[in-house]
Structure formats: C-alpha cells, structure tokens
C-alpha cells in the first residue's frame, strides 16, 4: 500500500500536537501514564500516526546534527581556559567555531559534502557520473558525490587520493608499450596497479576494494594484501578484512547506469539509493530494515524507487519537503 487518505492529510494541528508529545516524551519527566497516553493518542487514525512518524523523524535528524556540532575536542577549550581571562572570554567564540568546523567535517545525514571534500580537484554531485583521463592508459571512473585529489607523477608511479564516494580505475599499457603503476589512496589504505581494473570506495571510515581484472596490491596500517580478479576486501583504521570472492556484478553496476541489489538489508539498500538523490528516504520501522531486498533500478529512474520499495514491503509513503520520504 503506498498511500493513505489520512495519511496525505494530517493536519497541521495534529502535526503540532505530535511534536509537544515528542518534546515531551523526550523531557527526562516521563513515567508510564504518559507513554500509555502518547500510545493511545498516536494509535487514534492513520493521520496521527502520520504525524508522530513525521515528528519522530524530524526529531532524530535534529538529533543527529546536534551530536554533530558538539565540539569534537572538549580538552582544546579547557586548556584555552587555563590561558586565562582572556582566553577565557573567548571561549564560547572558540566552541561556536568548533561546532561549526565538526559540521563541516561530518555533515549530519550526508546532505551536504564536507569541507574537505570542496577542496578535492575533481568532484561529482548529487547523481552525476563522470570519467577522466590521466594518461592513454589510465581511466577514472567517478561515481555520484565522489571526491578526488589529483597528484603528480612522482617515484615512478602516478598518485590519486579518493577523499569520498567511488571509483573504477582502469590501468593499462601506454602507446608506447610501456606501463607506470597507479597508486590511489583513500583514508587509511593505498591501492595500488599496474594492469588492473578495480572499483574502490570510501565513506570517510570505512573502505573497499574489489578487484574485477588483473591484480593490484593493497597496504593499510602496516598490512598488505594482494587481490586478484573476482575478489574483494574491506577494510578500516583498524586494519584490512578478509579477502572473499565477489563477482563485482553489484558492486560496479553503477558503470551501466543501474543500482543492483541481491539480499541486500533494505536498512543498507536504502542508504545506497540515498547517495544518488536530493533529501532522504527514512525508513520509520528498523523490523522492516532487516528484510532482504533483490532488486534492480536504473540511475536515470530513481522516481521509482519509492513506490517499488511501498509496493515490495508494503510500507506507506509520506514525502516531505526537500526529496525527504517516510517509509513506514
């Protein structure tokens, strides 16, 4: 079912009303009669729970960019303290800068890049594919909202940095038959080819690679790895994971257009579409994130999505300002 007349319909007092339950619900007051309550008014139609959903959500994302303006480094503004009154004094001036900075390094939901990423060379928005040439023998392959930082030739190797988001790189033999390896690193790991076609990606913590030909060495924190075709890795600060085998079928059918998904958690399905549009698909019922998806959509026809994942789940649709969707 993908839509409901009171659903379409809650009204704006009933939207009110549901933001003073979750206020409320969220004061550290809250003893059983009011969750009793909050159940009974939120269960009267499909219209209030409309409402608390679209408050609920509107809460979390609230949440989540005020965890993301704390000060990353509360011992920076104590010492700055010590310094003294005038120090002191600019304080709060010091926090409001923190705060703001630690937006710009973590963006709450993604919904915009961060500032690392405006000072990438190279980079793709909200949608957009592309692909570069560093050589004859050297393709770059970028993905939606991909960030790269182009490097010289340099000890005999060409160097690329992925600051976020995904690439193919394709390396090959040059006109004149000769071969310079490429070396692209992105946060704690460097991947690196000199006859290979390999997909890498990078959200800023956590990394992988997949090797569709050739083979290519990979070092992360001390550790390296070789990947021959039809393998993948994964790998973070902590270290590289276990090699496993992969046909890069899901992984690299962005290249023709599509988003492929076999067994995939939708919870996971779902962040994946949202790196392609504007707003956000929330999805309000975490049960329901763990069902599998299989399912195949094309970039060019994402409108889709949504109703497909309604239709599939049977979920009900609320779409908010902004390319923001409820799935509940």
């Known amino acids: 079912m993908t839509s409901d007349p009171d659903l379409l319909t809650a009204s704006s007092e009933l939207r009110a009303e549901a933001r003073r339950w979750l206020v409320h619900l969220h004061s ?33 994302a609230l949440r989540a960019m005020r965890r993301s303006a704390q000060i990353a480094d509360v011992d920076t503004v104590a010492a700055r303290h010590r310094l003294g009154r005038r120090a002191l004094l600019g304080g709060a001036a010091a926090a409001a ?33 592309r692909r570069i040439a560093l050589s004859d023998d ?11 930082v182009m490097d010289h030739a340099r000890n005999e190797q060409r160097r690329i940095e992925l600051l976020a988001g995904q690439i193919a790189a394709t390396v ?45 060495t990979l070092q992360c924190n001390g550790e390296s790895t070789t990947l021959r075709g039809r393998e993948q890795i994964a790998y973070t600060a902590k270290g590289l994971g276990v090699a496993a085998a992969n ?3 899901v992984t690299s059918a962005w290249r023709d257009g599509r988003l492929l998904f076999e067994n995939a958690p ?18 309000m019922s975490g ?15 994402l409108d889709e999505v949504v109703p497909k994942l309604a239709s599939l789940f049977g979920l009900q649709v609320r779409r908010l300002p902004g390319g923001f969707v409820l799935l509940g």
């Open 28 to 60: 550290g007051e809250v003893v059983q009669a009011d969750l009793d309550a909050a159940r009974r008014w939120r269960e009267q139609s499909a219209a209030h729970r409309a409402a608390f959903a679209e408050a609920n959500a509107q809460w979390q």
């Open 97 to 129: 800068a923190g705060a703001a900075i630690y937006v710009g390094i973590r963006p709450p939901l993604g919904l915009w890049p961060s500032f690392s990423e405006f000072t990438a060379d190279v980079r793709t928005g909200v949608g957009e594919r």
């Open 138 to 148: 050297v393709t770059i392959d970028l993905n939606t909202r991909t960030s790269l």
């Open 172 to 216: 090959g033999v040059n006109r004149d038959g000769a071969s310079m390896p490429l070396a692209v690193s992105a946060g704690p790991a460097v991947a690196r080819a000199t006859h290979a076609v390999f997909d890498l990606s990078f959200d800023g913590e956590a990394g992988h690679v997949t090797c569709l030909e050739g083979s290519l």
């Open 247 to 249: 046909d890069g079928r």
């Open 266 to 283: 939708l919870s996971e399905a779902i962040e994946e579409i949202n790196r392609y549009r504007r707003g956000r698909i929330i999805l």
């Open 287 to 301: 049960d329901v994130g763990q069902l599998p998806l299989n399912a195949a959509f094309r970039l060019d026809r």
